[in-house]
């Protein structure tokens, strides 16, 4: 089975600050890990992807995830935020194992951008 | 290019009245297709998911049901709605050969029952 935690449900930082939201996973098997962001009333965009080539993976807008295993975390990070990075942020993970390809979501991190 | 798309875009219709959400995605093919809906605050629950025409299967027990008529078409409907149907649907879809699972998502139907 696989689960995904996202620590912090709201995270609010000023603009040209970093960003940090936290994201732990638990999965029995060698896990494909994704963020993916949200935009009111929009669908989700993919942001960056886990796929066992780096720990350190480079995704767009400046947004980069470091994949830990031994603390079974894939934190997102961004060195200085902009007003237009205010969204929902999911953490997804996905067993390769499973039937039907299925992803499995954290509940999500809203996150807010003060000027 | 792949695109997914969605329609309508938002949608309000009264409890008891029926309902057709229709999904397609171009440029692949044989996708999987899935249906999720995002209830106002949370997060995304799985409805269905498809791995091939006629071939449906449910998450949770409601009174939606899915049908894909099409290689790359993903139809969500009801016959009666109720009020805790409103919520954001999403269809997404990815490659049945995809190594690493990650799934494209339409832009997502707003559905208000009243």
């Known amino acids: 089975a696989q689960s995904v935690t996202q620590l912090d449900s709201h995270v609010s930082v000023s603009e040209g600050t970093p960003v940090l939201l936290r994201c732990n996973y638990s999965?029995?098997?060698?896990?494909?890990l994704f963020w993916y962001v949200q935009h009111p009333n929009k669908g989700l965009q993919l942001l960056l992807k886990?796929?066992?080539?780096?720990?350190l993976v480079k995704g767009i807008n400046g947004f980069e995830a470091e994949f830990k295993k031994s603390e079974t975390s894939f934190h997102l990070t961004k060195p200085s935020a902009h007003m237009s990075d205010a969204a929902e942020y999911f953490c997804?993970?996905?067993?390769?194992?499973?039937?039907?390809?299925?992803?499995?979501f954290g509940g999500g991190t809203r996150l807010m951008v003060k000027p | 290019s792949q695109t997914i798309h969605q329609w309508p875009a938002t949608l309000v219709q009264p409890v008891g009245s029926p309902l057709s959400l229709e999904c397609t995605v171009e440029?692949?093919?044989?996708?999987?297709l899935y249906w999720y809906r995002q209830a106002a605050g949370r997060g995304l629950q799985l409805l269905f998911y498809?791995?091939?025409?006629?071939?449906i299967s449910s998450e949770v027990p409601q009174n939606l049901s899915a049908s894909r008529p099409q290689d790359r078409q993903f139809i969500l409907s009801s016959k009666k709605l109720l009020l805790s149907d409103s919520g954001f649907y999403l269809c997404?879809?990815?490659?049945?050969?995809?190594?690493?699972?990650?799934?494209?998502f339409g832009p997502g139907t707003r559905l208000t029952v009243l």
């Open positions: 997404a879809w990815n490659q049945q050969a995809s190594s690493y699972n990650e799934q494209f």
């Open positions: 999965s029995s098997y060698s896990p494909s």
């Open positions: 886990y796929t066992s080539a780096a720990t």
């Open positions: 997804v993970v996905s067993d390769l194992r499973n039937a039907g390809n299925m992803l499995t």
């Open positions: 440029g692949t093919s044989n996708p999987n």
């Open positions: 498809s791995v091939g025409i006629g071939q």
